[in-house]
């Protein structure tokens, strides 16, 4: 039997994913914001035309991997809202490789510039939590439906 209470026992794996993708879905319209401000700003005024190609490259990609993100975070709400196992494995593959990339940045900065992005470790353990119900809600979909 697979255990279908989440967030401590205060709630079903379900009800919990529904939270867990609307708080994704606030990451991501933070980072896409961000993402089209870095690509709009003229990074020339402020350091070398190679470190500005450098910031729009980097922007462009953050920018399409969460789109693609998003896309996941919808799937994730039709697979919640059928009942559908299988329209989660998107969101669950999707947001492993961005908690890996996140985590493979993160610790290139940490080499780079020391141990001062705190910030950044508890996000990828708050992404890591969420991930985890995600994966709890999908076990429960495809046994019992």
Not at 59 to 88: D, H, P, Q, R
């Amino acid at each position: 039997m697979v255990d279908d209470r989440c967030c401590c026992g205060c709630m079903h794996v379900r009800t919990g994913s529904f939270i867990v993708g609307i708080i994704e879905l606030i990451f991501c319209i933070v980072i896409i914001v961000g993402g089209v401000a870095v690509l709009s700003t003229n990074w020339d005024d402020y350091i070398t035309e190679e470190g500005s190609k450098y910031f729009k490259y980097v922007g462009a990609v953050a920018v399409a991997i969460t789109v693609i993100w998003f896309l996941s975070i919808i799937l994730l709400f039709v697979g919640l809202f059928k009942y559908m196992a299988s329209l989660l494995l998107p969101h669950l593959i999707i947001t492993a490789i961005y908690i890996i990339l996140e985590t493979v940045f993160i610790v290139l900065l940490i080499i780079n510039e020391g141990l001062g992005h705190l910030a950044n470790i508890i996000t990828i353990i708050i992404l890591l939590y969420l991930w985890f119900v995600v994966y709890r809600c999908y076990r429960w979909l495809k046994v019992t439906h």
